[in-house]
């Protein structure tokens, strides 16, 4: 039996996987996917929300200001990548001043910590000059930032896999229901397995959980967003993560610059009715690069170098869902977190993981190390760096992924890690190996060889994203030939 399962492995999953650790328990977390960080974690903005646009009062309001000021220790104890880029969100009409004071005024309602004010065109355009001529003002945020969403996922994971949480993949959970003595009982792919506490944090299907649980009714609805990414050559363009005025919609089409030096354009928003439609469309892209030349009218589409479509779990309430219902106690929810759903992932991992402790009665864990650090990445290295890192491992030395200068040695600690990557996303959202200009038109091969070694599996086997999405149908790739 465990003390706390939880269902999903996304950031917020994750998250509380780790905070739970600072307690002596026996979590369990169940992800129903070949790999942690498949959902919508792996596909947003990647943006550290300042935390003026969620309506004052709301748990995302309250949790986003609280998320945000978390991620400096984030980076410092997981070796997380994070800027503090700031955002700017613009308008391009002067009769739209006054929508720009009401985000003012609730970024200061909400506690927005850092520089919060409005910028006239003549500042705006000497940070962004490639902004396009019909911006009139932005707001300036200077707590905005920027990270890696998988990065963070990842990180959290092998953190709390290495203080003892377990972590069990390709478990999809079917039913969850109370026994006669208070437990909890979970049926998975996996197995059945019995805690005394829940965690629902699986992310679209999170209705569906508390729904059997519970009379209180949740219902989510995916809305889609698709992105285009723009080559590195491109950084530098924008400074800022560049905001559109938000809709009812949502935070609208942004030109955003990430933390490896690309830049995202997006997302669009359409509410539909598959959780697992992660289509990109013809009119939905159309509609991306549209409203992104209004930001930035000489948009590069030749710097194009792939597209994605990310689902949010919008729910019907227009907040965030979370803690336990009133008929279902020591089941947790963590439902219905869209955007600011990044940004308030620490906070809410954080919030959960004490309220679990406090109904549960865990005693702290001295022996919890919040320490973890990232893969020595090559590209990042000076000469002597390299030149060392060759000496102590001579697999550093040969370079698998040309476009962002990854090594076989990365590749295969990315395998060897925590929650090491089974599969051939995995390794790319672990390593970048296959995310630059090419597409993994060149690595594809070499990582493939490299996972049926690690995994013992043969290269027929090896997946792109676990299931049936087998890459091969057969397999030319000799020594003689690598040689």
Known sequence: MYDVIIIGGGVVGCGIARELMRHKARVLLLEKTNDICNGQSKANTAIIHGGYDAKPGTLKAKFNVLGNALFDSLHEELDVPVQWNTSLVVSFRQEDHCKLEKLLQQGKDNGVRGELRIIDRQ??????????PEAKEALLVGAGGIVCPYELTIAYAENA????????????VSKVSSLPDGRWQVDSS?????ARAVVNA??????????MVSARKVHIRPR????????KQYAGAFHAAMFQLPTSMGKGTLIAPTVDGTILVGPTAQDIDDKEDKRTTAQGLATALQQGRLTWPNL?????I????GLRATGNTGDFVLGEPEDAPLFFNCCAVESPGLTSAPAIAKWTAEQISM??????NPGFNPRRKGIAKFRDMDDSQRAAAITKNGDYGRVVCRCETVTEAEIRESIRRPVGARDVDGVKRRTRAGMGRCQAGFCTPRTVQILAEELGISPLEVTKFGGNSRLLADWLFTEEYHG
């Open 224 to 231: 889609r967003g698709e992105y285009y990414i723009l080559d």
């Open 300 to 304: 590069p589409t030749r710097g194009f």
């Open 359 to 364: 109904r549960l009665e865990l005693p702290e």
């Open 306 to 309: 792939t597209t994605f479509s």
């Open 202 to 211: 699986a992310g679209t299907y999170s209705d569906v959980f508390n729904n």
């Open 161 to 172: 896999a290495t203080n003892g949480a377990e972590f069990i993949r390709n478990a999809e």
């Open 123 to 132: 500042e705006l355009r000497r940070r962004e000059p490639n902004i396009g």
């Open 190 to 194: 996996a197995g059945t397995f019995v």
